[in-house]
């Protein structure tokens, strides 16, 4: 009797136990299933914010830029992916925000090309003195296969170049005296961008380069430090430089553009959807800011003359640009090539 029982029990116990295999079989398959499809719908819905450096003030042209890329991305993301403007330097000065851009602790900035050229030389060529014929022939550059391979060029040092923005002509400006010919810049303190080519082209004129930070030139202005900088029409007026320099020299030495980086190291976290959004987001704001910069532009130059300042214009710059022919001739045949590249693009 006992020997049945135990057979008995042992039976149940099997019955069970396949009965319990049967249905854990039959429901596993649509358990993973659903497994696998959960994160991909978590990373469909995930919100991704990024951060954006910029040093000049929320109505400036460039800052304009800034917030029609970050509306673009909004939109064509649905709102998933959210760029953050940081204006008037809140995230701090370019030189330090772009070695942050580098390392991942910001995400993106605007930047003038002049500090890149420590990461990526040939980028001394897009800002050589008197270089392009007029602000269309440089736009034509920068939107054809030169400018859109100087922008992949900036991945192997951690950045991934985005767009570009228009910052006009830089010129001379000064505290001391009008300024006619490169002559008359001689021995004066000029503040420039940290940048050796910028350097160059001060002393290729006699005057003695002085490197600082936007954001200390007008403190330096006042007290002296400095004599002049130089500029295009919307700096020198929406910082106030043409409070304390009055006077203003329209030689159009340099067309320095803007351009918009992010980091390589927040780029590749995102898919490469994403990515693509972002860049073609940041290339589809480029005429929105250019005509900004134009509206803006106007605006600066009829408060400076209203102001009074001394406007000298430059209708021969063969002296200016005799002076800065050997910075050409110094140049390595890399660089001397891509300048040729420039100068044919009709």
């Known amino acids: 009797m006992k020997k049945g029982k135990i057979v008995l029990v042992m039976l149940v116990v099997g019955l069970c136990?396949?009965?319990?295999?049967?249905?854990?079989?039959?429901?596993?398959?649509?358990?993973?299933?659903?497994?696998?499809?959960?994160?991909?719908?978590?990373?469909?819905?995930?919100?991704?914010v990024l951060r954006l450096a910029e040093t000049h003030?929320?109505?400036?042209?460039?800052?304009?830029?800034?917030?029609?890329?970050?509306?673009?991305?909004?939109?064509?993301?649905?709102?998933?992916?959210?760029?953050?403007?940081?204006?008037?330097?809140?995230?701090?000065?370019e030189k330090a925000v772009i070695e942050q851009v580098q390392f991942g602790a910001i995400d993106m900035t605007r930047v003038s090309i002049s500090p890149l050229s420590a990461f990526v030389p040939a980028f001394d060529a897009l800002q050589m003195p008197y270089l392009y014929r007029n602000a269309d022939h440089m736009w034509k550059?920068?939107?054809?296969?030169?400018?859109?391979?100087?922008?992949?060029?900036?991945?192997?040092?951690?950045?991934?170049?985005?767009?570009?923005?228009?910052?006009?002509?830089?010129?001379?400006?000064?505290?001391?005296?009008?300024?006619?010919?490169?002559?008359?810049?001689?021995?004066?303190?000029?503040?420039?961008?940290?940048?050796?080519?910028?350097?160059?082209?001060?002393?290729?004129?006699?005057?003695?380069?002085?490197p600082m930070d936007f954001g200390e030139v007008y403190s330096a202005l006042q007290t002296g430090v400095v004599d002049g900088a130089e500029n295009n029409w919307p700096s020198y007026f929406s910082t106030s430089h043409y409070e304390v320099a009055k006077y203003f020299t329209l030689d159009e030495h340099t067309r320095v553009p803007e351009i918009t980086i992010a980091s390589k190291i927040s780029m590749d976290k995102l898919s490469k959807a994403d990515q693509d959004l972002i860049k073609q987001a940041?290339?589809?704001?480029?005429?929105?800011?250019?005509?900004?910069?134009?509206?803006?532009?106007?605006?600066?130059?009829?408060?400076?003359?209203?102001?009074?300042?001394?406007?000298?214009?430059?209708?021969?710059?063969?002296?200016?640009?005799?002076?800065?022919?050997?910075?050409?001739?110094?140049?390595?045949?890399?660089?001397?090539?891509i300048v040729a590249e420039i100068r044919a693009v009709k």
Do not use: H
């Open 282 to 337: 940041a290339w589809d704001s480029m005429d929105y800011q250019i005509d900004q910069w134009a509206q803006y532009e106007k605006v600066a130059q009829e408060k400076i003359r209203a102001n009074g300042n001394v406007i000298t214009p430059v209708p021969d710059n063969s002296a200016w640009q005799k002076a800065v022919q050997p910075m050409y001739d110094k140049l390595s045949p890399d660089l001397q090539k």
């Open 17 to 48: 136990t396949l009965g319990a295999v049967w249905a854990g079989g039959s429901a596993e398959k649509p358990a993973a299933t659903q497994s696998q499809a959960q994160p991909a719908q978590s990373s469909n819905a995930q919100p991704i």
């Open 141 to 210: 550059v920068l939107k054809g296969p030169i400018g859109k391979q100087f922008l992949t060029s900036l991945e192997p040092s951690g950045f991934v170049g985005l767009c570009w923005y228009e910052s006009g002509a830089r010129s001379f400006y000064n505290s001391k005296r009008e300024v006619k010919t490169p002559a008359d810049l001689k021995g004066m303190k000029i503040r420039v961008q940290q940048a050796p080519l910028m350097v160059g082209m001060v002393k290729a004129f006699d005057a003695v380069p002085t």
């Open 57 to 93: 003030p929320a109505d400036y042209p460039t800052t304009k830029g800034d917030f029609k890329f970050a509306d673009l991305v909004k939109e064509r993301s649905n709102g998933r992916i959210t760029i953050q403007v940081y204006p008037s330097s809140q995230l701090g000065e």
